[in-house]
């Protein structure tokens, strides 16, 4: 599957769409009130409807900002969701009819070719949970059942006439804010207000744990030293680190400032390096599912140098089948191993034992500048030849 990278990859669309929406909200806030107004609409519009839009802009710029949640999960939905909601906030911004929500028309209409330009990248479907599915069901029944019975009984409620009247006594009663403006005249009436009271609460907690729990879960994972969903959904030009020997971590020190995340099956060194800031994922560096997960089709580089050369092996097969193009590199614990490394995919294999003995015996040979040589293998910029630079 082809991914965008870079200016106009998918951090690019999801930082875009996280933009539009942040200043919806703002300018939404901000034009409630305001006083100056101005634009092509302002002779046609009226005052309440340029009011209005100042309102809904802000919620739209939070439905905005949820789209750009579902869009760090990949999920086509929210693709879809913010296409529409990007010209339905610049509509917002142009009836709002104010000198502030300029910069809001032009970032919404400037983004919208961009997120849609990476349509191949969100392609996940939405997965529910089955407590997350009972809590949406509760929450949209609750209000359903409430909306429908306040209006049929607004005859013995005080101040219900209308379906806006029934919709909003649901739901500050379901959510237990009771400003008491809308009250019960009659016991039937009460009966109901009850039951709306009691299932109102119930959905929310159910709502609440549904969100909650994943949360926990997460912070969960980050304590072992695992990566979170929304950490590896959008790497891009980053270093896969495929296991951990006694080569690693000086790769990491050398790959200092580079983008790197860690694939090992330790879950000791996982928690290790999780505490030091590094990126881990615990789990089988050669399992195609997890190599998928790390990004393996958009990273820069792919790095194995394990203390084994047949788990490499494998980790490297893996790799190249998921990512044709990308660069492997790889260490040979045993020089037998290089080209078997070289065969299972691997771009350039290094042999750490065979260099230190040319180095030694050079040395002892009294090679002019040999120290000089090792110094500036020691001191030279590596992450700029793992990263990215073309095999020799």
């Known amino acids: 599957m082809e ?33 100056e107004s101005i634009g092509p609409l302002l002779p046609v519009v009226p005052a309440g409807l340029s009011q209005a839009a100042s309102f809904t802009g802000a919620m739209t710029g939070f439905a905005i900002l949820l789209g750009a949640l579902g869009l760090r999960r990949h999920l086509r939905v929210a693709w879809y969701g913010t296409l529409v909601l990007f010209p339905v906030t610049a509509i917002q911004g142009l009836v709002q009819s104010s000198p502030l929500s300029v910069p809001l028309i032009v970032l919404s209409l400037v983004s919208l070719p961009t997120v849609y330009r990476n349509r191949r990248t969100f392609d996940q479907s939405l997965a529910l949970s089955t407590t997350q599915t009972a809590a949406a069901v509760a929450i949209f029944g609750t209000q359903l059942y409430g909306s429908v019975g306040a209006f049929a009984l607004r005859a013995q409620f005080a101040d219900i006439e209308t379906v806006t009247d029934a919709i909003y006594f649901t739901l500050i009663t379901s959510s237990t804010v009771g400003y008491g403006d809308v009250t019960p005249a009659t016991e039937l009436a009460r009966w109901f207000t009850m039951t709306v009271v009691v299932l109102g609460t119930a959905s929310f907690a159910a709502a609440l744990g549904a969100l909650l729990g994943p949360a926990i879960e997460r912070r969960l994972a980050r304590t072992l030293g695992r990566m979170s969903e929304l950490r590896y959904d959008l790497l891009e030009d980053h270093v896969i680190v495929l296991g951990y020997g ?60 394990t203390d084994d050369d047949p788990d490499d092996a494998f980790a490297i097969m893996t790799a190249r089948e998921l990512n044709q193009s990308v660069r492997i590199v790889a260490a040979a614990t045993d020089r037998d191993n290089v080209t078997k490394l070289r065969r299972a995919g691997a771009s350039t294999v290094i042999s750490p034992q065979v260099i230190g003995a040319h180095l ?21 910029d590596r992450p700029s030849d793992v990263t990215g630079g073309a095999s020799k």
């Open 3 to 35: 991914r965008r990278t870079g200016l106009l990859g998918a951090r690019a669309a999801v930082l875009l769409t996280t933009t539009v929406g942040t200043l919806s909200i703002l300018t939404g806030v901000a034009n409630i009130g305001a006083g």
């Open 246 to 305: 006694d080569l690693t971590e000086p790769i990491l020190e050398e790959l200092d400032g580079a983008t790197i995340v860690v694939v090992t099956p330790d879950s000791e060194r996982a928690t290790s390096l999780r505490d030091r800031g590094f990126d881990v994922l615990t789990a089988d560096p050669s399992d195609d599912e997890v190599l998928e997960r790390v990004g393996i089709e958009t990273a820069k580089a792919v790095v194995a140098a």
């Open 360 to 380: 030694l015996v050079r040395s002892a040979l009294g090679t002019s500048g040999i120290e000089d040589v090792a110094d500036k293998l020691l001191e030279s």
